[in-house]
């Protein structure tokens, strides 16, 4: 949202101190009417832009509640009366909301000068928090609330509004206080601002604005500024450089200005188009303890500042790594003998140095006896409070009160004084599901030496969790004949392990029967460090995602976690039942035979998986990355990378990418007789390679070339064309039919018709529905079997076109979805960068279950299909524009955006991991490698669950045919049971957005499904 602010001096430019106190009194903002129950024909204190209505009944407190109905392009809002807001203050907001039937757009929020889009809101009531920082100065008419909706289809509702003031809450470490966006590696300071993760345009270094925020960006226009101030403690900085990105760009330009002390400013340099620039802090304002940024828009100006980044070296011993936080803490009431400032929440982890620590100041003449005390509580969870007491004597004293967090969640912390002294303040701690402390079972061997435990691999294990409580004799997996299963075991040293080996032996089984040790994989689980949360449900720190195999002997640091992935294959054929055996893992004086039992089910898994899939995939990055030249070592890497897809049952959108069929087309000039414009194809190659790609991978489905057709996106397209003829001319006609009419053919022929799709237009906006028909409408004409694919939810002006549909998840209506099956066509659905939380996702720092669930939504909801944009996305060519030097995805997992018109060398976050399953060889993560890198991919935990996920659907396929086919046979009773188990219970997911995070409901529904169709595979038709 722009906003034009007044001028704004440099003398008034707000600072903020290093160690922010909690206000003396909290400040609660008399929003009007903020459950909207008085008024007469509408409601007191609210005013309505656009279509809405004031809602009577089921409502979120109260009688009433507010709704606005937008119509696809719209922007329709309830704005309040105006707000006694102050200048260069923190606030919290808070209120309901939930989704009417809206579909598309966004729900928008908060202040007018800091806008937060919501994205999709869940059909039942929910509480959003956000947190907005006010400009300096705050112009009067922009101090107000704003509810509604910006291009939303259908209708949303909002009620019980709270504003308090807030107090930001940083996290001190070594000296260092730092907040959300910093960090310390050594020497190295950096800062990127958490946009979009916390809900606010708040950060530590944020000195003053006078701009317009949008969720993940600064608006500017004329004479608007946003002022940085950078401090690292007592450090002082000895080399520095600021990055700024600018896009939307329109007009003006943007001023980079620098200071040493917040008053002189000196230029830097100007941005006055989209793009990326990098400045170097003049090395005459060096060394100093602190340095202001100012970026500044100069005359007539509309643009974003999309990314800003800061790093500077600092003079000094090394730190160890720091990663700064950002929580917020309200006051709720005062005591006017004692001030009491809040400087830090502790580590906020479950096992972690949970200590809040605070600073009070006894104002008063006498010693008062206060009983510090922190109560924990998340829904009906709440951990008792410490009540041991302190003797505050008259002046300064600084005291630290113990609390611990039970597990991941978000945790409301009150802060009290004791009943005698009148002070309390709340705060919430957000723990991620990386921390959960709910799961695991020591191992036999383990010791306080070495700590030895197991968990399930739909977990993610941080390298702090602590060794669990629970205990049992083995690893323990369960698999079907032909299936794929892991675990993990951990181990945890108190000293340093070094040359530490893995080695699996066979597993024994009933009758002699034998898993062979080669079906016994161990791979090493290798931490990332996320530097830049994906969104709310993301957390910076180190988590565990690429699996790179075990080449030698590693060493294992002390007093962490270090997981181990074990990935076990039961063979055809082999005779069910447990099979036992061990890994063996010997280092410097240490040695531990690690137990596993593998229980194999009585069925096999097919080799080709019901539920089709449709990844992206670029043998170009894998060229690049790997230093692929000959092509004889692009194919022996290329072969290898297909055989992984297999051995996870997901399809390339091309499974033949080395091996294209070779079309001639006709020279031709207007003269040429249309009966002669024919295309000549040769399916040698093609034919031979689709052949290995069915009986060798197993693979279920394939993009067709689309000649002809144009194509593009809704951010721009690719007008239809062939051999220089435009669509209309008989030249283009014949060329189009006749290509089509003998691909169809030749396909009908090899009984792959049912199998191929034409993906030839991405996420159309309306605006494009025509073009789209259009093309729909030509190759509907010409080739009718070829399925017609298209990534947008069903719309009435699509009908008839697309028949293959493959909407977003989060766009995925099944009423409308219903309808057109009933027509005969097909649905497959997908994610990307998008949805984020609460969504099931594709990111690493989300929980590991995401992408396991996403596939019983998948089944829940009669999908066919899934499909995801690439799966080797490694580098974005903007964010990293120069070709020599690409991104390294394992020390930078942020996926960049790429296109769309982003500018070069602009850094705007897609999300951790996405498009990014599997990752380069380790020996070619920075595509440098010495010499050529044959190797197939690293897979990554992610990939490892989206397998188990496609396995599971798999389970609810077969027995769902065992059922039909032994449906005359079984007993109502018998029937029913077998039919439940079909119907995905609320314990795994209840609707796309609430599922569990937890594996165990995931694997007991599977092991009943795993001994369902044991019972009915040994039953007679």
Known sequence: MHVECRALTAALIFVLSLTISVLAAAQTIAVPNPSFESGGDHPDGWTLDGEGTWLSGNAAAGQRAISVTGAGETNRVWRSESLPLKPGTVYRLRFRARNLGGNGGTAVSGPPFCNRDLGDLKPDWDTVTSYFMTPDPLPTDQSFLRFGEWHVNGALAFDDIELTTAEPIYHTESGVTLGDGERVDGAIYTFEPSWNTKWTNQSRPLASYRAAFNTNRWNLGQDNDVVYRHRVGDRRQLKASVEIALTNYSQGALDAQVSADGKLWKALGSLNA?????????????????????????????????????????????????IGSTRYAVVTSVEPRITVKITDLGDGLPGGKNEIALNLLNTSSETISVKPNVTVRSGTRETSPNTTSVNIAPGEQNIRVPYSLPGAGNWDIGIGLGDAVHYAAE?????????????????????????????????????????????????????????????????????????????????SGPSGAVIPATAVEVLRERYLQIQRPTDSAGAAGLWPDPLPPLTGPIAIDADVNQPFWVRVK???????????????????????????????????????????????FSPENVYKYQKLDTPEQKRAAIEKYLADFSAHHITPYNPTPLDAFEVQWPAATAATPVADLKPTIDWTKWDAAMERAYSVYHFNSFQLPAPGMGGGTFHDRVEPELQGFKEGTPQYEALFTSYYQQVQDHLRAKGWLNDAY?????????????????????????????????????????????????????????????????????????????????????????????????????????????????????????????????????????????????????????????????????AAAAAQPPQAVTDGPVDSIRWELLRDGVEDYEYMAILKALLEKHRSTLSGADRSAYESLLIVPDEITANVTTFTKDPKPIEVRRDAMAHAIEKLSAQKP
């Not at 049992?472 to 698999?479: D, P, Q, V, Y």
Request: glycine share 6%; charged share 20%; aromatic share 12%.
């Open 274 to 322: 989209d793009g990326a620039k990098s400045f170097e802090i003049p090395s005459d304002l060096l060394p100093a303890p602190e340095m202001w940024v100012r970026l500044h828009a100069t005359g007539p100006s509309a643009y974003t500042v999309s990314s800003y980044r800061y790093t500077a070296t600092l003079e000094g011993p090394p730190l160890p790594a720091i």
């Open 427 to 507: 705060a919430v701690v957000n723990v991620p599901e990386l921390y959960a402390t709910n799961y695991g079972e020591r191992l036999p061997g383990s010791t306080d030496a070495v700590g030895l435990w197991w968990a399930s691999s739909g977990w993610k294990i941080s390298r702090t969790r602590p060794v669990p409580d629970a205990a049992s004799a083995a690893l323990r997996i369960g698999l079907a004949r032909n299936e794929t299963e892991a675990a993990q075991f951990v181990l945890r040293p108190k000293a340093s392990l070094k040359s530490l080996s893995l080695t699996a032996a066979a597993l």
């Open 570 to 616: 039961a063979p055809k054929g082999i005779a069910a039942g447990v099979y036992t055996g061990s890994i063996h893992a010997a280092a410097d004086q240490f040695a531990v035979d690690i137990p596993i039992a593998v229980t194999v089910f009585d069925f096999d898994l097919p080799d080709r998986m019901t539920c089709v899939s449709a990844f992206g």
């Open 758 to 922: 034409v993906y030839w237009f991405d996420e159309p906006d309306p605006k494009d529905y025509d073009f789209v028909m259009n093309g729909f409408r030509k190759l509907k004409t010409a080739a009718p079997d070829i399925p017609r694919m298209l990534t947008e939810q069903v719309e009435p002006q699509l009908v008839d076109g697309p028949n293959l549909w493959c909407p977003i998840s989060n766009e995925y209506k099944q009423a409308p979805a219903d309808e057109r099956r009933a027509q005969g066509d097909r649905f497959w659905w997908y994610i990307c960068t998008g949805p984020k939380a609460p969504y099931c996702t594709e990111f690493i720092d989300h929980a590991a279950t995401e992408l396991r669930v996403w596939l019983w939504q998948t089944w829940q909801r009669n999908i066919n299909g899934i499909l995801i944009w690439q799966t080797n996305y490694w580098t974005s060519d903007t964010a990293f524009a120069d070709p020599a030097h690409p991104q390294n995805p394992y020390d930078d997992p942020m996926s960049w955006m790429v296109g769309y018109g982003t500018p070069a060398g602009a850094r705007i976050p897609w999300g951790n991991g996405d498009g990014r399953f599997i990752y380069p060889p380790e």
